[in-house]
């Protein structure tokens, strides 16, 4: 690139400048057309990727980058046969996390007919948090088995009487206090938000953490 002298604009920045300008204000698929349809008038036979999301900018490589890198991670542990029976949500959420097979394996019974919660103990120094924390990794256990964080409510008061943490007279409160983390009723059972799947995983990784140390 050859650079600006005098009051002489560098004509490749102009034209960066022009195109952008023409781009910035259309859909992403249109951005890619055009830009396809322009290289092809041209001649060019560099990559003009066609996919949406493409906006001539460094995001698209770096969001490829992401995917192949989380491609990789999946098809590594597949490989090894670690993640037989989890869900392609569970595997990718796996891959996301930064968490290796066998650090989940002594929290979720992975490898098996059913991913059930298996954790010797649960966070929570009273029945409170210990129920939160049963709904939080329950529900993600759910998540590595079938793809979605959801939970009878049987589930959830057999699995909170296992661990300590079934307030009886206090349930449909606490769950009401939860309620930006798990959605649903006693009636329809309980979902994990968004916000809750990021709280499970955060605790994932505490107690991962906490296991290193110990």
């Known amino acids: 690139m050859t650079k600006r002298t005098g009051d002489h604009a560098d004509p490749e920045i102009t034209a960066i400048s022009e195109v952008h300008a023409a781009l910035q204000d259309l859909e992403s698929d249109a951005q ?16 003009i990727r066609s996919t949406s999301g493409s906006t001539g900018t460094d995001e698209p490589d ?8 989380e491609e990789h991670t999946e098809n590594r542990v597949e490989e090894n046969g670690v993640l037989e029976g989890i869900s392609p949500a569970g595997k990718k959420w796996i891959a996301r996390s930064g968490l290796q097979p066998n650090q989940l394996s002594a929290i979720f019974s992975l490898g098996g007919d059913e991913i059930d919660l298996i954790a010797k103990s649960v966070p929570g120094n009273n029945k409170t948090k210990r129920m939160r924390s049963v709904i939080l990794l329950k529900g993600l256990a759910s998540y590595l088995g079938t793809g979605a964080a959801r939970l009878t ?3 959830v008061r057999e699995t909170c009487l296992h661990y300590d943490a079934l307030d009886a007279g206090n349930f449909a409160h606490i769950i009401k206090g939860l309620a930006s983390e798990v959605t649903g ?17 955060e605790m994932v990784k505490d107690i ?7």
């Open 32 to 47: 890619s057309r055009v830009l396809k349809y322009v290289a092809d008038k041209l001649g060019l036979s560099g990559p």
């Open 62 to 69: 770096e969001n490829l980058n992401a995917k192949r890198s």
């Open 153 to 155: 409510d049987q589930e």
């Open 185 to 201: 009723s006693k009636e329809t059972g309980y979902t994990l938000s968004a916000r809750g799947q990021a709280s499970a995983t």
């Open 208 to 214: 991962v953490k906490t296991a290193k140390t110990d």
